[in-house]
């Protein structure tokens, strides 16, 4: 099982739709939570960074992570054609001692559709 | 602020050269962490670099290391590349631990 699981899409919705991406772990150790973008042939733009469960919002954008189910999910509020892009989940916070690593999963790719 | 700078942008190689791929921090950033990214895949953690120490590595070849310098500058050299080297290679900066790791444009290698 992969530490880190997304359904790599595609997905395609109309413009102004609202978008539920999901993404589930494999290690309760994990103790922050990322959602990144990445434009095709960049680097990944951080969206959202969480340290805990609940939700938090930032414009269009709500990321919600749930502990004991171990899933997280990024909402994205009226998507706009420049949404389109994939999405990669990134968890970090497995070493306790020593300075941290990330881990991504695969990314959900998403076009919205003007 | 610059971002996370990462030289150069893109490079050809042949099969059993090496490569040298350099990145510049974000100011005031101490940690400096190597990604590879595949095609169709999320990055996959390489090395990290912490006041001039590797601090973790992931399931690469020795074929693969890196360094840090005392300006936190970083480079990530690979030997003897092979046709499978071809990828993403993603620099990220982190203030301290458990913040948020925030990465350059990567550079584009395509080994021939």
């Known amino acids: 099982q992969k530490e880190v699981e997304q359904d790599p899409g595609p997905l395609s919705v109309p413009e102004g739709a609202i978008v539920s991406l999901n993404c589930t772990y494999s290690n309760s150790a994990f103790q922050y939570f990322m959602w990144y973008r990445q434009y095709s042939r960049k680097g990944p733009e951080l969206l959202m960074y969480t340290y805990s469960s609940g939700n938090k919002e930032d414009g269009r954008f709500t990321a919600q992570v749930d502990k004991s189910s171990k899933y997280i999910s990024l909402f994205i509020r009226d998507s706009q054609p420049s949404d389109s892009a994939t999405y990669l989940c990134?968890?970090?916070?497995?070493?306790?001692?020593?300075?941290?690593?990330?881990?991504f999963g695969p990314g959900t790719s998403l076009s919205v559709i003007p | 602020d610059a971002g996370v700078t990462q030289s150069p942008t893109h490079l050809i190689k042949t099969r059993g050269q090496h490569v040298t791929l350099r990145c510049s921090p974000i100011?005031?950033?101490?940690?400096v962490s190597w990604y590879q990214q595949v095609l169709g895949q999320g990055p996959q953690f390489i090395f990290q670099?912490?006041?001039?120490?590797?601090?973790g590595r992931g399931n690469f070849p020795d074929r693969f290391s890196a360094r840090q310098f005392p300006n936190y500058s970083s480079e990530l050299n690979v030997n003897a590349l092979l046709l499978g080297d071809s990828a993403l290679y993603l620099c990220?900066?982190?203030?301290?631990?458990?913040?948020?790791?925030?990465f350059g444009q990567g550079t584009r290698l395509t080994v021939v």
């Open positions: 670099y912490y006041e001039k120490e590797e601090r």
């Open positions: 990220a900066s982190m203030r301290v631990k458990n913040t948020e790791a925030f």
């Open positions: 100011s005031g950033h101490k940690s």
């Open positions: 990134a968890n970090g916070g497995l070493m306790k001692t020593s300075y941290d690593k990330v881990i």
